[in-house]
């Protein structure tokens, strides 16, 4: 009896202690872009060159202790890539088209990150990510032409599925706010192309600048 008295009151007591230091952080980030899509069994010849975009949102992060915490960071992401085709006509003439393919995502990574560091705190967060698409257009630019865009969203499946793996630091401003760099990359590991389409996978490296809150001791 004594034993379980003497447990019981250290884990009341480790409760308390943990929850006193718990925080919940919230904030937004954002920043440039690069992706590119990995293709498989193609039927065409075409180039794939890396698109630069955007990707920002939201976060909310739960502080389980001074070193780990869980993250959810909703938010809106650009993904795609550029087409190159070279086309030799019946005098041997050589023309290239380069054509745009922006897919916008609405991901929600889950991350699990650990921190050191007093003052300035260094982090890495990995976690699996999903993706829910809003769009996909195709901008074509064809030679001596006008600009052509074509909305090819009912080609490519509506979710998006892999891994968030990022590396950065967090510097504070006072004792409520800080100011973090991240770099992150989101790699797909789902099928996104339907049979029309293709086997297709997303891959993104986000440079994400972020601004925090701090608040609420519980």
Known sequence: MKYLSAALLAIILSTYTFAQDSKIEIGVQGGP???????????????NNPLVAFSGGLFFQYNFNKTFSLRADPGFERKGYFDKYIYNNWVSNTTTEKDRQSFNYLTVPILLRAAVGNKVRYFINAGPYIGLLLS????????????????????????????????GLSIPIKEEFALSIELRNNLGLMNIGTSSSGNIKTNSTNLLIGFTYKFGKK
């Open 33 to 47: 872009n690069v992706s590119f899509m990995r293709f498989q069994n193609q039927t065409f010849t075409e180039k």
């Open 136 to 167: 996909e257009k195709e901008r074509d630019n064809p030679p001596n032409q006008s600009s052509l865009i074509y909305n090819n969203t009912s080609y490519y499946k509506k979710t998006d599925l892999g891994i968030t793996a990022g590396i």
